[in-house]
C-alpha cells in the first residue's frame, strides 16, 4: 500500500526555518521524482519544487528560489523541504507528492501538513 | 510561472454535463500535451482524474474527459453525480517547473 507521511509542519517566525519530511513506503521510491506541492487558505495548488529519483536534477519555484531547499535519502525513503527566510505568504498546506519518472502526473499525494508564519 | 485561468464556479443539475475551461500560453497548455486535472473535495489532497490531456486512471469514471485545443484545455464532466461536487484544478508541464490552475468549484444543484 502506498504512503507518504509529511511531517514537520507548525508554526514558524518570520525570518525563521521550519523543516519538513515526506516518509515514502509501498512504491520504488528512486524510481520516482519526488515533489513539494503547497495550498494557500482558499487558494489553488503551488508546485513548489521538485528532485529526481537520484537527486541530482533539483528545480524549484520562483517563489521559493534562494530561500528553500529540497533533499532526498533514497536509503531511507524520505524527501526534505528545508524552508529558510519564512514569509507569511508561505502560510499554506505542504503536500509531498511522487510521479514515476517519465511521467507528468503525481501519482501519489501525501495527506499534508500545515506551515503556519506569524509572529 | 503565472498560474492556469480557470472559471471560478461551474453548476449544472444531476445528469447534465459541465465542461471547465484552462487557459495558458505556448509555454505551458499549448506547448505540451502533459495536462492533467485533479479533483480535490474539502480538507482533502487533490486526486488525479485526467492525465496527458485526456488519459484516466484505473478507476475514475468516464464520465470525466479531456481535451486540448491551442492554448487551452477543457475537462467535460457527463452525467454529473452528486459525488462530483468538488474543486478541479488543471495543472500543465511548463518545460521545468509545473503550472495549477486558479481552480473551479463544482456546484451539482
Known amino acids: 500500500q502506498v504512503q507518504l507521511v509529511e511531517s514537520g509542519g507548525g508554526l514558524g517566525k518570520p525570518g525563521g526555518s521550519l523543516s519538513l519530511s515526506c516518509a515514502a513506503s509501498g512504491f520504488s521510491f528512486s524510481d520516482y521524482y519526488m515533489s513539494w506541492v503547497r495550498q494557500a487558505p482558499g487558494k489553488g495548488p503551488e508546485w513548489i519544487s521538485f528532485?529526481?529519483?537520484?537527486?541530482?536534477?533539483?528545480y524549484h519555484a520562483d517563489s521559493v528560489r534562494g530561500r528553500f531547499t529540497t533533499s532526498r535519502d533514497n536509503a531511507k525513503n524520505l524527501v526534505y523541504l528545508q524552508m529558510d527566510g519564512l514569509r507569511g505568504e508561505d502560510t499554506a498546506v505542504y503536500y509531498c507528492?511522487?510521479?514515476?519518472?517519465?511521467?507528468?502526473?503525481?501519482?501519489?499525494w501525501g495527506q499534508g501538513t500545515l506551515v503556519t508564519v506569524a509572529s | 510561472q503565472s498560474a492556469l485561468t480557470q472559471p471560478h464556479s461551474v453548476s449544472g443539475s444531476p445528469g447534465q454535463s459541465v465542461t471547465i475551461s484552462c487557459t495558458g500560453t505556448?509555454?505551458?497548455?499549448?506547448?505540451?500535451?502533459?495536462v492533467s486535472w485533479y479533483q480535490q473535495h474539502p480538507g482533502k489532497a487533490p486526486k488525479l482524474i485526467l492525465y496527458d490531456v485526456a488519459m484516466r486512471p484505473s478507476g475514475v469514471p468516464d464520465r470525466f474527459s479531456g481535451s486540448k485545443s491551442v492554448n487551452t484545455a477543457s475537462l467535460t464532466i457527463s452525467g454529473l453525480q452528486a459525488e462530483d461536487e468538488a474543486d478541479y484544478y488543471c495543472?500543465?508541464?511548463?518545460?521545468?517547473?509545473?503550472?495549477f490552475g486558479t481552480g473551479t468549484a463544482v456546484t451539482v444543484l
Open positions: 507528492a511522487a510521479t514515476l519518472d517519465g511521467n507528468f502526473k503525481v501519482d501519489y
Open positions: 495543472c500543465s508541464f511548463a518545460g521545468g517547473p509545473y503550472v
Open positions: 505556448s509555454s505551458d497548455v499549448g506547448g505540451y500535451k502533459f
Open positions: 528532485i529526481g529519483g537520484s537527486g541530482r536534477h533539483i
